[in-house]
């Protein structure tokens, strides 16, 4: 490893980069050492670090073509196996830019700088024009240059949904909320890789109890206390404000009892699920969930010198993929404070939603103290559809 592979650290500043890789560098040589040794260590040993391995072999893949899905989302390593196989073999790239959505666990759209024909594809299969409508509303913001031409065939709509087949959060504490408020209205609730959301509310605990927790959203606080104040007073932390406020209320043996004790998707009424985890699925009708909403202060809240979003491309792109999961009725929920406050150009014709009078996030979450609630309303914003191809050919 190379001071060029320290990543850089969110809220530092690029002069201090090279301090900052001369501190680290050396642990982390220390760590590579660590997961090499094959007698065991005490880094624990994760499928990248298995893949990274492989690569540095430079394998070769016998095979006449070979298909890369999800282009948009690859990591360097994977990349430089894929392409070092282009002397023998045909090399196709599939994917789509505005649904970038994992750069947070270091993947990147690997197309831009990818050798090949583009081909490209912009009809939905999954849903017609009025989610096609919604979908090309955030890729506006984006700037996108595609936008999905909705299916003649199954007809959609947008609008409330009172008994929806998914509901769909941003962060896994804002789906906690979601799996304890359908839960209070008597609903059988499924959860998208419940696991996580398990181990999520276990590291909670071991804050609360007044121990350390090697959990990755959780490890820089070193108490409860002070995750409590990361989480009301810094806007960085706002996601994980649900979490707080659920392990104050209830407690954390509670809510992880309540994800462990969940039903089957097939046995369910509704399932709970986050954005990223939603990406490649789909159901008949979906509703945004709450924690999508911008916080008080947040520069979601302002617009450009042409009254759009002034929103983070990342969130955008998360919005795009999350809104085109419903095949036949659509309710923005969440997101749908964008429609309410920015003009929207670039849709098909369609009329952006009116403002409706939903309630407080807070409020829908049911009975979490007042003064709990008192100041907090927000989140913020999600995203799919087109297919952007691109191939390289080997031979005549």
């Excluded at 969110?10 to 642990?27: M, T």
């Excluded at 994980?240 to 104050?248: A, G, K, N, S, T």
Aim: some cysteine; charged content about 25%; hydrophobic content about 35%.
């Amino acid at each position: 490893m190379l001071a060029q592979h320290v990543p850089k650290l969110r809220g530092l500043s690029d002069a201090y980069h090279p301090d900052l890789a001369r501190l680290v560098l050396p642990y982390a040589q220390r760590a590579g050492s660590d997961l090499q040794n094959p007698h065991g260590g005490a880094v624990r040993f994760e499928p990248d670090h298995y893949l990274e391995i492989w690569a540095l072999t430079e394998p070769v893949i016998r095979a006449d073509f070979l298909l890369l899905e999800e282009g948009q989302d690859t990591n360097h390593v994977l990349e430089k196996v894929f392409t070092a196989q282009r002397d023998h073999a045909q090399l196709i790239m599939v994917g789509d830019s505005a649904q970038a959505i994992y750069g947070w666990r270091g993947a990147y759209d690997v197309m831009t700088d990818f050798d090949g024909v583009q081909l490209t594809l912009t009809q939905s299969f999954r849903f017609g024009r009025a989610v096609a409508d919604e979908a090309n509303r955030r890729l506006t913001i984006l700037a996108a240059p595609l936008r999905p031409k909705g299916a003649p065939a199954p007809h959609s709509t947008v609008g409330p949904v009172d008994h929806p087949n998914a509901v769909l959060c941003r962060s896994n504490s804002g789906a906690i909320c979601e799996v304890l408020r359908l839960l209070r209205n008597n609903k059988r609730v499924a959860m998208a890789g419940g696991e996580a959301l398990v181990k999520l509310t276990v590291a909670a605990g071991q804050l609360k109890a007044s121990r350390r927790t090697s959990h990755p959203e959780l490890c820089l606080s070193t108490s409860w206390e002070e995750l409590h104040e990361y989480a009301t007073s810094d806007p960085a932390g706002g996601d994980l404000l649900p979490l707080v406020d659920i392990v104050d209320e209830y407690g954390p043996d509670l809510v992880v009892a309540v994800v462990r004790n969940l039903h089957p998707e097939h046995a369910a009424d509704v399932v709970v699920s986050t954005g990223h985890k939603a990406k490649g699925r789909e159901w008949p009708t979906a509703t945004i969930g709450t924690d999508f909403e911008p916080r008080p202060g947040s520069k979601n809240n302002s617009g450009d010198s042409n009254g759009q979003p002034d929103l983070d491309p990342a969130e955008a792109r998360l919005a795009y993929v999350t809104v085109t999961r419903a095949r036949e009725r659509l309710d923005l929920g969440g997101l749908s404070w964008i429609n309410h406050r920015f003009s929207a150009p670039g849709t098909t014709d369609g009329p952006v939603i009116p403002p409706d009078a939903s309630p407080s996030p807070w409020d829908r979450l049911g009975p979490l103290s007042a003064d709990r609630r008192s100041d907090r309303e927000g989140r913020r914003p999600g995203v799919v559809s087109p297919f952007r191809r691109r191939r390289r050919r080997s031979g005549p």
